[in-house]
């Protein structure tokens, strides 16, 4: 029997693959892609408990395949979280990315998932700020000082030169202190401070990224200023009247949202609060405006903001993170990033 091996990368190794990619034009182009039905995204697999101090703890697997060529790439991520892990100094979620082989069906490469997952969500926000956000910026606002929140501002101060301030909120002062003492080191050019709470973060710049661990929402309409664009990226941080009155609202796919009543916009689309241009619910529905891929192929038209604020509310599909485990697992082979395991 032949031998037989699974390249593996760790966080280190994946970005040092990152740093060859453009993730934001990966992420486009498979929206682009997804929307056009060129993908496929099977059911996600979902499993919850409470760990031993009584924290929200789950596993999610999600599979996805997507166009690469003439042919098809397939692949996984296993995303693991629990809510008391910062309390154990670990990040909040974590886990593995795989490629498939299209041939073999085996796993040719499994990376560390937290470093892809956090810049797959921002390169989303990056697409979606260059479509629906304001006109220009130069200051964002971030809630939540995590692994996803240092991402995102790395991301868009990269993506948008203009952006010169940063403010941060998050629940543990030290934390939040932290970021920004990080940021002072590596981006001297960006100027972050840490706020006193919530609502001050929410209505300090043009930009809100919500990137926290709440399962209740306490975002609303009066928070985020006026001609904003708010990227929810995390669970459930905007509050039913914050969804209700945005000038517009646009998610990543509208029957992911549907099929998650865990979280408010889910819940609201099963109620028939929420509803879609093509499927109106109940005469006082909000309309969610569209997806993002139907902005980028033009089905739907952008909308950035004028008087209010637009929400961009990503669900987190897995194609995208099939889509860019995939274009690492290729500059890995090409460059020799990572360790080759034997399995046989």
Not at 166 to 194: H, K, Q, W
Not at 253 to 279: F, K, Y
Request: proline share 5%; hydrophobic share 45%.
């Amino acid at each position: 029997m032949p031998g037989e091996s699974i390249r593996f990368l760790n966080r280190a190794a994946v970005a040092a693959c990152l740093s060859k990619l453009d993730a934001a034009e990966v992420v486009a182009r498979t929206l682009r892609e997804h929307t056009l039905g060129r993908t496929e995204l099977p059911a996600e697999g979902y499993l919850s408990w409470s760990n031993s101090v009584g924290a929200y703890s789950r596993a999610i697997a999600m599979l996805g395949a997507v166009p690469s060529g003439d042919a098809m790439a397939y692949g996984m991520k296993l995303i693991n979280a629990s809510v008391s892990n910062p309390q154990r100094g670990l990040e909040r979620a974590g886990g593995l990315s795989f490629a498939f082989d299209s041939e073999t069906a085996r796993p040719s490469v499994v990376a560390e998932a937290g470093l892809l997952s956090a810049v797959r969500t921002a390169a989303y926000t990056v697409v979606s700020l260059r479509h629906l956000g304001p006109e220009s910026f130069d200051a964002v606002s971030l809630i939540g000082a995590g692994t996803l929140a240092r991402v995102h501002l790395e991301a868009i101060a990269e993506a948008f030169p203009a952006v010169r301030r940063a403010y941060v909120f998050d629940l543990e002062p030290a934390r939040a202190r932290a970021f920004r003492e990080d940021f002072r080191t590596r981006r001297p050019d960006l100027e972050v401070s840490v706020v006193a709470g919530a609502r001050q973060a929410a209505g300090a710049a043009p930009v809100l990224i919500t990137a926290t661990t709440s399962n209740d929402p306490y975002i609303p309409a009066g928070w985020p200023a006026a001609g904003s664009f708010v990227a929810h990226v995390s669970l459930d941080d905007l509050t039913e009247d914050a969804f209700r009155s945005a000038e517009a609202i646009f998610v990543d796919d509208v029957e992911l949202v549907r099929e998650n009543p865990r979280r408010v916009m889910g819940r609201l689309l099963q109620e028939g609060s929420l509803a879609t241009v093509d499927e109106p619910g109940r005469p006082d529905a909000r309309v969610i405006d569209g997806s993002l891929g139907e902005v980028l192929i033009g089905r739907r038209a952008a909308q950035r903001p004028q008087q209010g604020y637009v929400i961009s509310n990503p669900f987190g599909m897995a194609v995208l993170d099939v889509a860019l485990i995939h274009a690492v697992a290729q500059v890995a082979r090409a460059t020799g990033a990572g360790q080759l395991l034997e399995l046989l």
